[in-house]
């Protein structure tokens, strides 16, 4: 559910005409719908109404600070994986106390930042970070809070990029080393066990790989306990996937997600957390494009647009698919013909879509990629000395740049020459 909807021939983001923002900003540009931001964190929010609990917004998935501000105003808290993630969500208002700090290698000067600033916990992911942070935080005369993240050994059956709870992963401790590790901790100085971590991976489209892994959780936290460890809280990850098709299954619903959190681990009494990300700010962004030419290939004609892999790597990197749509509606019943659908780059990689079903299109044409707001913006580059693709925040009837399109000029200004050369 989101707030692009075709209105009077025209694609709107909630008040306001795409192609409005289109003039306004120019093309690539990444456009974001407050009013869906705040509805997909209401939906969390609410599937754990009555448990002690806190929506961290997974902000690698996108990380301007307009949004964090929006969504922290809300009540969320943030899940950071980086000294820069932490300090943006910072730089948005969000208090250290609703901040966790997710990753497999934090360093000690972004466990110093963080520390320092103010934090609710750290996710330790092995042994050797655990004394890395134990060592930071007794130098600062601290104490961190922690939970330890356990890898269940579960198969998200998702995308291989983006499993993270196998045995074969890099994350988290093996659960069946787990109450080693945890003792391990408590005899730790300057640190306070207050919980386990578990996230199994990323666009997950069924809720069983999450239920095995919370039932590994609960059984865990009942073993932790009985070694006499105060487990409190169990932050359970994001992952929740989205739909990237209209003709798809539908993905669990928050509601459903929340439902089945209850049932494995409500009986605990812990304050739970979760992180989701991709949920919150997948279906809630879209990337405007002009196509700059129509040509004609053997057998296919190529869509070529403005923007390109550097501006949304997901097809290119995962084998994505994005929806792409006209900003003006298609007439009812007009004949689709196949585009092979591509960006500039001097790469074939930088194709977004194959034979891929359109309405008939010309240069000049306005098109949108949906569900381009999650690990969209995020992970732009400037491959091929193409500008950083530019983000706008859309509420009600207004619209403002939240990232201005850097200039030319601040480009290449940002390289030096050495004085001898
Ligand atoms: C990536 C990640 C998330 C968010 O995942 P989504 O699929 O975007 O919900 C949450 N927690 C951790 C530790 C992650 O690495």
């Given at each position: 559910m989101d707030h692009f909807l075709y209105r009077d021939g025209q694609l709107w983001a909630e008040d306001v005409a795409l192609a409005e923002i289109a003039r306004a900003v120019g093309t690539p540009a990444y456009v974001y719908s407050a009013a869906t931001l705040l509805r997909h964190f209401d939906l969390f929010d609410q599937a754990l109404a009555g448990i002690d609990h806190?929506?961290?917004?997974?902000?690698?998935?996108?990380?301007?600070?307009?949004?964090?501000?929006?969504?922290?105003?809300?009540?969320?808290?943030?899940?950071?994986?980086?000294?820069?993630?932490?300090?943006?969500?910072?730089?948005?208002?969000?208090?250290?106390?609703?901040?966790?700090?997710?990753?497999?290698?934090?360093?000690?000067?972004?466990?110093?930042t963080a520390l320092s600033g103010g934090i609710r916990q750290f996710n330790v992911e092995s042994e050797p970070e655990m004394e890395a942070l134990s060592e930071v935080a007794v130098a600062l005369g601290v104490t961190a809070p922690i939970t330890i993240r356990v890898n269940p050994d579960v198969d998200a059956q998702t995308h291989a990029k983006i499993a993270t709870g196998k045995s074969e992963n890099k994350f988290g401790i093996p659960i069946s080393r787990a109450r080693a590790v945890f003792a391990m901790a408590a005899a730790l100085p300057g640190l306070r066990v207050v919980g386990i971590?578990?996230?199994?991976?990323?666009?997950?489209?069924?809720?069983?790989?999450?239920?095995?892994?919370?039932?590994?959780?609960?059984?865990?936290?009942?073993?932790?306990?009985?070694?006499?460890?105060?487990?409190?809280?169990?932050?359970?990850?994001?992952?929740?996937?989205?739909?990237?098709?209209?003709?798809?299954?539908?993905?669990?619903?928050?509601?459903?997600?929340?439902?089945?959190?209850?049932?494995?681990?409500?009986?605990?009494?812990?304050?739970?957390?979760?992180?989701p990300g991709r949920l919150i700010a997948g279906n809630a962004g879209l990337l405007l494009s002009e196509v700059i030419y129509v040509k004609s290939g053997e057998g296919r004609d190529f869509l070529i647009l403005d923007a390109a892999m550097n501006d949304l790597i997901r097809p290119a990197m995962y084998d994505a698919h994005h929806d792409i749509v006209p900003l003006v509606e298609p007439v009812a019943g007009v004949e689709q013909r196949p585009y092979d659908i591509v960006g500039p780059i001097c790469e074939t990689g930088d194709t977004f879509a194959r034979a891929r079903p359109m309405p008939p299109l010309a240069a000049g044409d306005l098109v949108a990629f949906r569900s381009a707001g999650a690990y969209g913006a995020v992970m732009a580059s400037e491959y091929n000395s193409r500008l950083l693709v530019p983000e706008v925040l859309v509420s009600g009837d207004q619209f403002a740049v939240i990232r201005a399109r850097p200039t030319y000029d601040e480009m290449i200004s940002r390289d030096s020459i050495p004085a001898w050369l």
């Open positions: 806190l929506v961290c917004f997974a902000m690698k998935s996108l990380s301007n600070i307009a949004v964090l501000k929006l969504l922290g105003d809300a009540g969320a808290g943030m899940d950071v994986v980086s000294g820069g993630e932490y300090l943006r969500a910072r730089a948005a208002g969000v208090p250290g106390a609703r901040i966790v700090f997710s990753g497999v290698g934090k360093t000690r000067a972004e466990m110093h971590d578990v996230h199994i991976g990323s666009q997950l489209t069924t809720l069983a790989p999450f239920a095995a892994a919370y039932a590994k959780v609960a059984e865990l936290t009942a073993q932790l306990r009985a070694d006499g460890h105060a487990i409190t809280r169990l932050d359970l990850g994001g992952g929740l996937g989205i739909p990237y098709t209209r003709s798809n299954e539908a993905p669990p619903l928050p509601a459903e997600y929340g439902a089945m959190i209850r049932q494995t681990l409500g009986h605990l009494g812990c304050e739970i957390e979760i992180e």
